[in-house]
């Protein structure tokens, strides 16, 4: 006969058996509380820097008591704004004392825990209530998860898989950055194809004559210098690839002393005269369909804009009686009485000088250019370039690795009109440079433009403020931004 201890502790483990689920077992739970038994801090949802993964994170604690045949198994899980999609995380399990020693009985004797949900470590209650535990998982980034909110399931057996209870409780995901630098896209609008293009330049020569008079004087003043540069200016102009003269206009004007009639005929003369000395070196530009030379009179407007940079006494006084005024007379009588004579002096010799001037324009139609031609173009003579031709640039210094930048900003200063190419700098700038400053600088000029607002967002965002960035993400989507309406369906997830 076997001794009776045997027989108690035959008995010890069939009853710890009893408590250890098994296949298919039946199992009773009661009913639903919204009314969490641990206690869970820290909570954190965070999306990583490039935007790629999303990491949950919290802490545990215990409030409850735990029976000693009890067991307690937390579910974590993403649930989306519908419900409609959710991502569940590895379980939580805590175990009473006794339970504890019954399911690491089984992992010695089977291999396996026995637990209702498969977890790779059971927490003992008693050491669970001292520290707690922490947990984190880092998951693939999904659209949805943005406005989703984090679930807590709690579901408490007793022995023999016998329920006690199950504990739900929502959390909202609090401040989880939707919009990150995995979402941007950056669009290049294709500009209008032109054929044929108006270049102009513009020279202003400042060859002086003796007082009153109208002969060329190579040795007088500076001429010879100025005269060798209007030489370079229409040589230059005249070498242009691809381009045809088609008009040139010469006016002269005279500073605003003596008498208006005087002036005018006296500009007329000087501006003649240069005339003739051009077409003495270049008489192809007579053939020009338009070749216009007049004289323009006395430059009143020339000397405004000098006085308005300038920083001479009397300036306002000066400014108020060009604007005062309808005649040469009143105006130049004005002046002249500022400071007892000073002031008409120190214009006679500082600013009139400069307003005896002819300015040459060139104006030429310009053909389309090929692609092998279009770097030199660019480097050479820009302004023959249309935005066209520069956008063609721009994407060719793409495949050859090289930054648009620059020819994107060429082409923002010389078409400031088009919001095209404001659009596509600010693009640039921030594709390749990183540049949110100045990107929303240039972006703020064509903010009326809808095509302007998904940009934006992206320029906020890159700068750190991501509620504004969202701010603008909402408004392209219902002005109907077709970055934003993909975004908002997770029709571009990185």
């Not at 216009?292 to 000098?306: P, S, V």
Request: hydrophobic fraction near 35%; charged fraction near 30%; charge should be neutral.
């Amino acid at each position: 006969m076997k001794p009776i201890l045997y027989y108690v502790r035959i008995l010890s483990v069939l009853g710890c058996a009893c408590c250890i689920s098994q296949p298919g077992q039946a199992k009773d739970k009661s009913l639903k509380s919204n009314v969490l038994r641990l206690e869970y801090t820290n909570m954190k949802t965070e999306r990583s820097g490039g935007g790629e993964t999303l990491t949950v994170s919290f802490d545990v604690a215990s409030t409850l008591r735990l029976g000693s045949q009890e067991i307690v198994y937390v579910y974590p899980s993403l649930v989306s704004f519908d419900g409609k999609i959710k991502r569940e995380f590895a379980p939580l399990c805590i175990s009473g004392k006794k339970r504890y020693r019954a399911v690491m009985r089984k992992k010695h004797l089977d291999g396996d825990m026995g637990t209702l949900p498969s977890v790779e470590k059971v927490y003992k209650f008693g050491s669970f209530k001292k520290s707690g535990t922490s947990f984190q998982e880092t998951i693939p980034f999904e659209r949805w998860m943005a406005s989703g909110h984090l679930s807590l399931r709690e579901e408490i057996y007793g022995c023999a898989e016998c329920g006690k209870g199950i504990n739900e409780s929502d959390i909202p995901v609090a401040e989880l950055k939707l919009f990150g630098p995995a979402d941007y896209e950056y669009i290049f609008y294709t500009p209008e194809k032109v054929e044929i293009k108006c270049y102009e330049e513009e020279f202003d020569c400042k060859v002086t004559f003796k007082s009153a008079g109208h002969e060329l004087l190579p040795d007088f003043g500076e001429n010879r210098e100025e005269l060798t540069r209007l030489d370079k200016f229409i040589s230059k102009g005249l070498q242009i690839k691809g381009a045809k003269l088609h008009e040139i206009h010469i006016t002269g004007y005279a500073s605003p002393e003596g008498g208006f009639i005087y002036n005018k005929h006296l500009a007329e003369r000087r501006t003649h005269t240069l005339s003739y000395h051009i077409l003495s070196k270049y008489p192809q530009l007579k053939k020009a369909p338009v070749y216009e030379a007049e004289g323009a009179g006395e430059d009143w407007q020339g000397l405004t804009d000098a006085i308005k940079a300038s920083s001479m006494a009397y300036k306002d006084e000066i400014l108020s009686a060009i604007q005062k005024y309808d005649t040469d007379v009143e105006r130049e009588a004005t002046i002249r009485s500022l400071g007892g004579g000073t002031v008409y002096a120190e214009l006679l010799a500082t600013v009139y000088p400069a307003l005896r001037r002819t300015t040459f324009r060139m104006k030429f139609d310009v053909r389309p250019y090929t692609d092998e031609e279009l770097e030199e173009v660019f480097a050479t003579v820009p302004g023959c370039l249309s935005q066209y031709e520069m956008y063609k640039l721009a994407q060719q210094n793409v495949k050859c690795g090289k930054s648009p930048v620059g020819v994107y900003r060429k082409a923002y200063e010389q078409f400031a009109l088009d919001p095209l190419a404001a659009l596509n700098y600010a693009s640039a700038l921030l594709k390749y440079e990183k540049d949110a400053d100045r990107a929303l600088q240039i972006l703020e000029t064509v903010k009326s433009d809808s095509r302007s607002v998904y940009p934006m967002a992206v320029a906020y965002d890159m700068k750190g403020d991501w509620q504004k960035a969202e701010e603008l993400l909402k408004e392209a989507w219902n002005l109907g931004d077709e970055r934003a309406k993909d975004f908002q369906n997770g029709n571009n997830d990185k």
